[in-house]
């Protein structure tokens, strides 16, 4: 009767050594009742040490009451000189209680070795003292359960190995199709997707086979058998969605060219990789449910490489999603779309980059890419005055320092490019009798890059062919030098020509996949020398998740620096100016912060420089910057050369925009602008900063230093792309 109370008891526990519901139950209740048994039989001191490891291996728990009490009744037991098989067992019901239910303590699995260490003792003397016919019937019971463990271990461990070698072939096969889909093949995507299905049906039916499961009826073999059966499982899921997906949009017939592209495929393929995506973010929370702290290294390790794997592949399967979702739109699916292309010139700088000097239209209709009319900006001055900027598209600030109904040119005088594609939309509106469904910003560093998709192609002025190695050469330098009645009017037409000359190239061609595009146009993108945006927020959205579009002001810092400046003077001298940007701040332990933003002025011109990049009259070979730092600290004051300077201040991107006017001399002294700078941060959250890089021609040095009560931080490099650095584990991005 004790016995069998004891078993219910302990069916009761939460401890789990297999993780098999009902089996479970079943192994405790049968220990519990052995150890009662043994207990009975065997002397009173195993009992007694039994009841001291589980009163004091339980701690300030209730369940240490069991054996506490348990302790007691085997002390006053021997105290009073009474040896009853029934108060030993009482003891033993009580003391197990505790035993299967010890806190967890130190290293995983300590609970449980105490308790096998607790009551070893009573079931070794247990079978010492039992009776011949209790021996007898133990070691027959031991023998057939060890010969049922060897059975059991055999046949499930050969069905793990046979499904073993699919596995391998299903994660290999996947591999080739993921880095099939990062290279553009769709063909070797589709064959290795469904060898990969293939390969995990085959060994999900292995496992999840009666040979396979049987190791569930075993403590530690148990939770190995289910973490491998879960990753299987959710690896063949996830396969199937993939490979369906890929079937069901006939992705074979999907090609990736600038000419065309179906978007019918694109769109079909939408839903299908959302559910991928989906199923990714399921198997990854089933897989980690799955696994235990019980697993051998050589099983937990590669289940957390595939739990990686499955995490670094999800959002390329969700940012696959959402182009599939945002690209037939935007590509004219079911209305043509027109895009307006801005070609700038960072010779002659503007907030975003470089003044607008020529431009093209560029539509798609069913994901067809059509050409539309280019030429200088100057063609379209009549237009632009004769068009208005409703109040609220834009800050008054803009429409004084730009003017860009009177100068067009200047456009792109705003670092946010949604910004210059709002106020653009409404003066260049008379380009075209369509509506402009977007803006496309490229100078010619993102040309350049362009150049090595489409090969070699020809353009006025000179013999040789333009190609990746020396397009920069001639954007930045050849192109000023070029004589023989060229004026310089007809400059302004060569980004125009050069970029048509690409598109034309590379229509018909099949462009790489995603990881080529990425090597290639990437840099361009994330450092603003190309930009797009829409007039559609989940396209921008889209836009903004590839680096295609830079949203200006502080994000997800709580500091931000933003050196931006404008050419105050019709040339092309910021071909040689050079910045050097010292930030450095304090913070004190109430927030407090102080700060001083030390940029540093250089232009370094060539003795044979061209004259057309000069300028003309007094001002030649003179750089009139206009110099504007953002940050959300207040301006105390700022000096030019240690003398004070007035600062033109206003409030853009919700934060303070603090311009001075500097006129750097052709190979002269450095000047040294400095901005001093204070205010107050969050104490509640670690120090972070934003660095916004501006695409000019020459890429700025910059120095960070932050310090506060905790931490202290430390940059310096060439600036290329935004830079965040922050307190937190992880450093500079």
Do not use: C
Not at 29 to 58: G, H, Q, Y
Not at 605 to 629: E, M
């Amino acid at each position: 009767m004790i016995a069998a109370v004891a078993a219910i008891a302990a069916a009761l526990s939460d401890a789990a050594p297999t993780g098999t519901p009902v089996w479970d139950e079943i192994l405790k209740a049968a220990f519990a009742a052995v150890v009662v048994a043994a207990a009975s039989k065997a002397p009173r001191w195993p009992v007694i040490l039994m009841a001291a490891v589980a009163a004091a291996a339980s701690f300030a728990t209730w369940w240490a009451i069991g054996g506490w009490v348990s302790l007691v009744i085997s002390i006053a037991a021997v105290l009073l000189r009474r040896r009853s098989r029934l108060i030993g067992a009482v003891a033993a019901a009580l003391a197990v209680q505790s035993v299967l239910r010890l806190p967890a303590v130190g290293v995983f699995g300590l609970q449980s070795v105490i308790a096998l260490a607790a009551t070893a003792p009573v079931l070794i003397e247990g079978f010492q003292f039992g009776t011949r016919r209790a021996r007898r019937i133990t070691r027959w019971s031991a023998a057939a359960a060890a010969l049922l463990l060897i059975v059991i271990g055999v046949v499930g461990g050969l069905s793990l190995l046979n499904a073993r070698s699919d596995v391998t072939q299903g994660i290999t096969a996947a591999r080739a199709g993921l880095d099939a889909a990062r290279g553009g093949n769709t063909e070797v995507v589709a064959n290795e997707l469904d060898r990969a299905e293939q390969s995990f049906v085959r060994a999900s039916d292995r496992l999840s086979g009666l040979a396979s499961r049987s190791l569930r009826l075993v403590p530690v073999a148990a939770q190995h058998q289910r973490a491998v059966e879960e990753a299987v499982t959710q690896g063949g899921i996830v396969t199937v969605e993939a490979a369906g997906a890929v079937r069901d949009a006939d992705i074979r017939n999907l090609r990736l060219t600038a000419g065309s592209l179906d978007l019918g495929v694109l769109s079909a393929m939408a839903p299908r990789l959302r559910a991928t995506s989906l199923a990714l973010s399921n198997a990854s929370l089933e897989i980690r449910a799955a696994t235990s702290p019980w697993l051998v290294p050589a099983l937990s390790d590669r289940i957390e490489e595939l739990l990686d794997e499955v995490e670094r592949f999800q959002p390329e399967i969700e940012l696959g999603a959402a182009a599939a979702e945002v690209l037939p739109t935007m590509l004219g699916q079911s209305i043509p779309k027109t895009y307006f292309v801005m070609f700038g010139t960072p010779a002659e700088s503007r907030e975003l980059g470089g003044f607008l000097g020529s431009w093209a239209l560029q539509s798609f209709d069913q994901g067809q890419l059509q050409l539309g009319d280019s030429g200088r900006i100057i063609e379209l001055y009549d237009v632009a005055a004769t068009s208005e900027v409703p109040a609220g598209v834009v800050s008054d600030w803009f429409l004084e320092m730009a003017r860009p109904t009177q100068f067009p040119q200047n456009l792109p005088s705003s670092p946010d490019m949604a910004q210059v594609a709002a106020v653009s939309r409404q003066v260049l509106a008379g380009v075209t009798d369509r509506p402009i469904d977007g803006f496309i910003y490229a100078d010619g560093y993102a040309l350049a890059d362009m150049l090595q998709l489409s090969g070699p192609v020809t353009i006025p002025f000179q013999d040789a062919a333009l190609n990746s190695d020396n397009a920069a050469q001639f954007f930045f330098e050849d192109q000023y030098r070029i004589e023989g009645g060229q004026g310089r009017t007809d400059l302004f037409d060569t980004l125009a020509q050069v970029a048509s000359g690409v598109v034309v190239r590379i229509s018909g061609q099949t462009l790489p996949g995603p990881q080529e595009l990425g090597r290639i146009m990437g840099p361009a993108a994330r450092g603003g020398h190309l930009q797009v945006v829409t007039f559609d927020d989940e396209a921008n959205d889209f836009l903004r998740s590839i680096k295609l579009l830079r949203s200006f002001g502080r994000a997800e810092t709580q500091d931000f620096v933003g050196l931006v400046q404008t050419n105050g003077l019709s040339n092309k001298i910021d071909l040689y100016l050079h910045r050097e940007l010292d930030y450095r701040v304090t913070v004190d332990e109430d927030g407090k912060v102080d700060a001083t933003a030390a940029v540093t002025l250089r232009s370094d011109i060539p003795s044979d420089a061209p004259p057309l990049t000069l300028g003309s009259g007094g001002t030649a070979g003179i750089n009139k910057v206009l110099l504007s730092l953002y940050s959300p600290l207040t301006l105390d004051g700022a000096t030019i050369n240690g003398i004070p300077a007035d600062a033109r201040i206003a409030w853009e991107f919700d934060m303070g925009r603090y311009l001075v006017e500097v006129d750097v001399l052709p190979n002269g002294e450095a000047i040294l602008v400095e901005y001093l700078l204070s205010g107050s941060l969050l104490t509640d959250v670690p120090y972070s900063l934003e660095v916004w890089h501006q695409p000019l021609v020459n890429d700025d040095d910059v120095a960070i230093s932050a310090v506060g009560p905790d931490f202290e931080i430390s940059w310096d490099g060439k600036l290329v792309e935004n830079l965040i650095v922050s307190a937190d584990p992880g450093g500079a991005s």
